[in-house]
C-alpha cells in the first residue's frame, strides 16, 4: 500500500506533472487556531526543482494563509492524488519559504522553474519553495475518479478587469486589503 520514498524520482515527478490540480496544507502553532487546504492549480504552477525541493507559484487570493502559517512555522504538505488512472495520493511534507517579488530570488525560481503563468504578472503574489523532507503515497481508493475538463478562465478575468476597472495598482491595493494577516490575525504580506 503506502511506500516512503528517498527523493523525488523520474517516476515520481513524469506522475506529478499528469495530476490536474494540487492541494497545500499549512497550520499555525496555536492550538486553536484555524488549520488550512487551499486547492492549486493548474498543474504548471507546481515544479519539481531538485529531488527534495519543490515550488508553486502562488496567485492573488482572498486570504493569505499558506504565506501567514510559512512566515510563523514553515510547516507545509503538498498533496496530489489521482483522479484518473490507478488510485494514488502523493504527499510532500516539508519546510516552506515565501518569495516574493521584490526578494532577489523571485526572477531566478521564475525562470529556474518555468511555470505555467495563468494570471496577469500583477495576480503573481509570491513563489512557494518547499524543501521536502518526506516523501509518501498511499492508496488513493477512496479518491473517485473525475475527468479533466479544463482550467477555470475566473482567475485571469477577475485580475483583468481588476487592472481595467481599477487601474495598475488595483491588485496592489486588493492585497493590502486581504493579504496582510491571516485570519487568526499573523502577519502575511507586508
Known sequence: MGQIYDQIDDRLREWIDRQALYFVATAPLAGDGHVNLSPKGPIGTLRVLDDHTVAYLD????????????????????????FEGPPRILRLHGRGEVVTPTDEQFDELLERAQ???????????????????????????????????????????????????????????????????SIDGLPALD
Open 59 to 82: 496567485v492573488v487570493g482572498s486570504g493569505a494563509e499558506t504565506i501567514a502559517h510559512l512566515r510563523e512555522n514553515g510547516r507545509i504538505v503538498v498533496m496530489l492524488c489521482a
Open 115 to 181: 511555470f505555467e503563468l495563468p494570471t496577469a504578472e500583477e495576480a503573481r503574489r509570491t513563489v512557494i519553495v518547499v524543501d521536502v523532507e518526506r516523501i509518501a503515497d498511499s492508496c488513493g481508493y477512496g479518491v473517485p475518479l473525475m475527468s479533466y475538463e479544463g482550467a477555470r478562465p475566473h482567475m485571469e478575468a477577475w485580475a483583468q478587469k481588476k487592472l481595467r476597472v481599477g487601474g495598475a495598482d488595483a491588485i496592489e491595493a486588493y492585497k493590502a486589503e486581504k493579504n496582510t494577516a
